[in-house]
């Protein structure tokens, strides 16, 4: 929270380009959906225009401060050690399905798990978003902003 706190201090000396922002958030669409473009495989980011810019900054910078229960970091650990990380998808008598970047889905198959579960506290969103310079964080979110 701090981070966005810091952020909005900037977000106040500098003014967001939308049509920049517009071009920087193409990356958003591996995970998230905007009308009929992108990805459902994150919270849908239409009605951005409504949203708190708090909210959103937190969601952007901070995502483990703002992560929505089903989009929360899972993992499965195979027999032979691999982790693979993502959403749970699906877990039945079968397996387990994980959703990861781009809108892929892995299946793991039950008699290949050593081990499985949430991850508390953690957002599937990549952290990393928080290390963008405060002018492309500014103009990310002047476009999300524009969004009906």
């Known amino acids: 929270m701090r981070k966005s706190k810091t952020f909005l201090t900037h977000q106040n000396k500098l003014k967001g380009n939308p049509v920049v922002g517009k071009a920087i958030f193409g990356s958003c669409l591996a995970c998230h959906a905007v009308g009929k473009e992108g990805n459902e495989f ?11 810019i ?43 399905t994980i959703g990861q970047a781009g809108g892929s889905k892995l299946f793991v ?27 492309s964080l500014i103009d990310i979110s002047a476009y999300i902003k524009t969004l009906e």
Request: charged share 20%; glycine share 14%; proline share 6%.
């Open 54 to 96: 708090e909210h959103l900054l937190t969601a952007i910078i901070s995502p483990d401060d703002a992560v929505e229960g089903a989009f929360g970091l899972y993992f499965v650990t195979t027999k032979d050690g691999s982790v693979i990380e993502g959403y749970l998808v699906k877990n039945d008598s079968n397996g387990i």
């Open 42 to 52: 994150a919270p849908p980011l239409d009605g951005g225009k409504n949203r708190g």
């Open 109 to 135: 198959a039950k008699n290949n798990i050593h081990s499985h579960g949430g991850v508390n506290g953690r957002s599937f969103m990549p952290r990393t978003f928080g290390n963008l310079p405060a002018q």
